[in-house]
């Protein structure tokens, strides 16, 4: 595929980037010419990803490697960022991923895990990237949803109370720093074929065949139809995009 190189010059930050969605995220800013950091808790796939990006698209790639549902970990992931690229204009948070259990079946620790992984990673990651974007008076936050928040889909409620956090903290980021120069939106994907979602799809395709009832396209998303949606919202195009969370869902939802 051709590179239009709409981001070069540009340095990106990749949570949850070292496999899926956010791998595919971190190639498209690359494509595009920005270089990147992957932060991920899985330390080997995460040096393999970020090795991979830079030898295809020849752009700079660093990884920081930690459980991003703390402070400590996302201040050290904007420093790698820094040591590396000198700069930081973009922040996608995409690390997260579900505890799909219906609301009874969840223990304490499977809604702790949930709402860590999916908000408090949001939260952090947000808290620790946007005073060097205020600074800078430009950057692009783009926070990974769910469209599940907005079609209720079965089993998602505890995971949905996490992603309902991240659509609301985006609009009020948005509200708070309107004139900073930073815009703030997230992406709300329905069900995507990622390694896990084939896997779910073969162990469980009664589940499987459920959740994919409700997109009229009758198809999971692609990873790249996720990360084109991403790529276009961290560019210059998207200057008076700010506060929306756009879906990419087959039409699952149409508001
Ligand atoms: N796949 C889907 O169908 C789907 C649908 C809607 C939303 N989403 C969202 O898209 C994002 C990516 O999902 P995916 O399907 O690619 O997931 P995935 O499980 O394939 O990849 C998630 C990555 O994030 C990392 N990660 C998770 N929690 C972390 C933490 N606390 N600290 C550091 N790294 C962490 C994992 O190690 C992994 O590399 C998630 O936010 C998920 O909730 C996915």
């Given amino acids: 595929?051709?590179?239009?190189?709409?981001?070069?010059?540009?340095?990106?930050?990749?949570?949850?980037?070292?496999?899926?969605?956010?791998?595919a995220i971190a190639n498209d800013l690359a494509r595009h010419g920005a270089n990147v950091l992957i932060a991920d808790m899985d330390g080997d796939k995460a040096t393999a990803t970020a090795t991979a990006i830079a030898a295809e698209w020849g752009v700079k790639t660093t990884v920081s490697i930690g459980d991003?549902?703390?402070?400590?970990?996302?201040?050290?992931m904007l420093a790698a960022a820094l040591a590396a690229f000198g700069k930081v204009d973009i922040l996608v948070n995409n690390a997260g991923g579900g505890v799909i259990k219906n609301f009874l079946e969840h223990t304490p620790e499977t809604l702790k895990t949930t709402i860590d992984r999916n908000l408090w990673t949001v939260?952090?990651?947000?808290?620790?990237?946007?005073?060097?974007?205020?600074?800078?008076?430009?950057?692009?936050?783009?926070?990974?949803?769910?469209?599940?928040v907005r079609n209720g889909l079965w089993q998602h409620a505890a995971y949905n109370a996490a992603k309902g956090g991240v659509h609301g903290i985006t609009t009020g980021l948005a509200r708070e720093f309107a004139q900073s120069g930073v815009t703030f939106n997230s992406v709300a994907p329905c069900a995507v074929r990622t390694e896990q979602v084939d896997?779910?799809?073969?162990?469980?395709?009664?589940a499987f065949e459920k959740f994919i009832s409700v997109i009229p396209m009758a198809r999971p998303g692609?990873?790249?139809?996720?990360?084109?949606?991403?790529?276009?919202?961290?560019?210059?195009?998207?200057?008076?995009?700010?506060?929306?969370?756009?879906?990419?869902?087959?039409?699952?939802?149409?508001?």
Wanted: aromatic share 4%; glycine share 12%.
């Fill in 1 to 23: 595929m051709s590179r239009p190189q709409t981001l070069v010059g540009r340095s990106a930050i990749v949570t949850g980037a070292a496999q899926g969605i956010g791998k």
């Fill in 68 to 76: 991003l549902c703390t402070e400590d970990t996302n201040q050290a």
């Fill in 123 to 148: 939260i952090w990651g947000c808290r620790s990237v946007l005073p060097t974007l205020l600074e800078q008076g430009y950057g692009r936050i783009v926070s990974i949803g769910a469209d599940s």
């Fill in 199 to 206: 896997e779910l799809m073969k162990s469980y395709p009664e």
């Fill in 222 to 255: 692609e990873m790249d139809e996720v990360a084109s949606m991403v790529s276009y919202l961290v560019g210059e195009e998207a200057s008076f995009v700010t506060g929306q969370t756009i879906s990419v869902n087959g039409g699952s939802t149409m508001l």
